[in-house]
């Protein structure tokens, strides 16, 4: 490297970085406050706590003036540094880039806010975790935490508390405004935004603090639905343990969702509230073998052990004729075939190929009724008969493990 070169390396090595002046005014109840103190620390997603940049700390002289330095821009979050006094709202957060700024921080007296969280039962709920988070957007939006607007004011504007062995809170240092309070059973500090307070075992409530409570306080009582844990295994009909299995769950005629995965011994575990359900178990997409257990079905309202009784998947492929016009057949390739269990429940959607065949894979063994989704305004098509591997059937019964060439015969009536 020449000379010159290495001379401009060293002086845009030692550059310093771009810093702004902050200065301005501490006032409370609209008079300076001689010798407030303010902390101000950067806002970084993702920052653990032992990398968290040092807090900058502001004091106003006796005019409750003050002018510090700041060394990177960014978003800073002011607070009080001071008992029985607070931040109001709207100073709290402040975006400073290159230039000079000004503010004017303004000091209110905080809120006290008391309440308990109660089960249903009526019985304490110990521990449970409460956020507080003010709201700047219309009622109906800011619940909706996983928008963008949702996820900034989540972040920014909530406190996190928790219940003591009582199932009661005592929160001071909100600023009067309007808020909402947040219990939910599955609320972790690792992961604040998994709390959606519209879910099972969680309470929502609005309050809204006014100028007074700073004397009368608010006192709130939030109920949860009652919570019990389901635990079980999952095995084969001869009671051989099948690990890693997805367990999945719905209520009424909700879609299933993923709850939780068995472990190496075939057992799994999680909490739910009081109500009717649904469990199942079936393997990963990703598994070379599939299995599925079949539908257990019950209204918790205690502990509850269960055994999900898990088989292989079956497959079917096949042709699907019969003496339709080709405006039914074109309806049919656009509607398809549904598959119903034995109790008439929706099983799957077979698609069909232009050419009328089909295939399917990872269908639950048993027994199988085929119906037409036309739209009756369109006409009415029945299955009449059912061929699996040349025999004849009323309905499609299916082995564990089976792979089945089948043919439906239609015909419209």
Not at 14 to 32: C, H, N
Not at 130 to 141: D, S
């Amino acid at each position: 490297m020449s000379y010159f070169l290495h001379f401009i390396y060293l002086v845009l090595f030692f550059i310093p970085s771009s810093a702004a002046t902050l200065s301005g005014q501490i006032v409370a109840e609209g008079k300076p406050f001689p010798g407030a103190k303010l902390v101000a620390e950067k806002l970084q997603i993702g920052v653990s706590e032992e990398n968290r940049p040092v807090a900058i700390t502001i004091k106003a002289d006796a005019e409750g003036k003050f002018t510090t330095q700041i060394n990177e821009p960014g978003q800073y979050m002011f607070i009080a540094a001071m008992d029985k006094w607070v931040l109001a709202e709207n100073t709290k957060i402040i975006k400073i880039n290159e230039n000079d700024i000004e503010a004017t921080f303004q000091l209110v007296k905080p809120s006290i806010v008391t309440g308990k969280v109660l089960f249903e039962s009526g019985k304490p709920a110990i521990g449970i975790q409460l956020r507080f988070f003010q709201t700047k957007y219309p009622a109906g939006h800011i619940v909706s935490f996983w928008d963008k607007a949702g996820k900034d004011l989540w972040q920014q504007n909530s406190t996190l508390y928790r219940t003591d062995d009582r199932g009661q809170f005592r929160v001071n240092g909100l600023t009067q405004g309007e808020y909402y309070v947040c219990a939910n059973l599955s609320l972790s500090d690792a992961e604040p935004k998994a709390a959606n307070c519209y879910g099972n075992g969680s309470s929502l409530e609005k309050i809204v603090i006014l100028e007074n409570s700073v004397t009368e306080g608010v006192e709130i009582t939030l109920r949860l639905r009652d919570e019990f844990e389901v635990t079980g295994r999952t095995s084969t009909p001869d009671n051989t343990i099948l690990p890693k299995l997805t367990i999945f769950t719905r209520a009424g005629a909700s879609a299933w969702l993923p709850k939780t995965t068995s472990d190496e011994n075939g057992k799994f575990s999680f909490r739910i509230t009081e109500g009717p359900i649904e469990i199942q178990a079936r393997s990963n997409e990703l598994d070379a073998a599939k299995y599925i257990s079949d539908s257990y079905a019950s209204t918790i309202k205690e502990d509850t052990s269960i055994n999900l009784k898990v088989q292989a998947t079956a497959n079917i492929s096949g042709t699907v004729q019969g003496q339709l016009t080709p405006e039914l057949w074109t309806l049919l390739l656009k509607y398809g075939l549904a598959l119903l269990t034995e109790k008439g429940e929706p099983l799957a959607h077979l698609a069909l190929n232009a050419d009328h065949t089909f295939s399917i894979s990872s269908l639950a063994p048993g027994t199988i009724a085929i119906i037409s989704t036309i739209p009756a305004k369109y006409g009415n098509v029945a299955v009449t008969s059912i061929f699996k591997n040349g025999q004849a059937l009323p309905v499609l019964l299916l082995d564990p493990g089976e792979s089945a060439q089948i043919i439906i015969n239609l015909k419209s009536l």
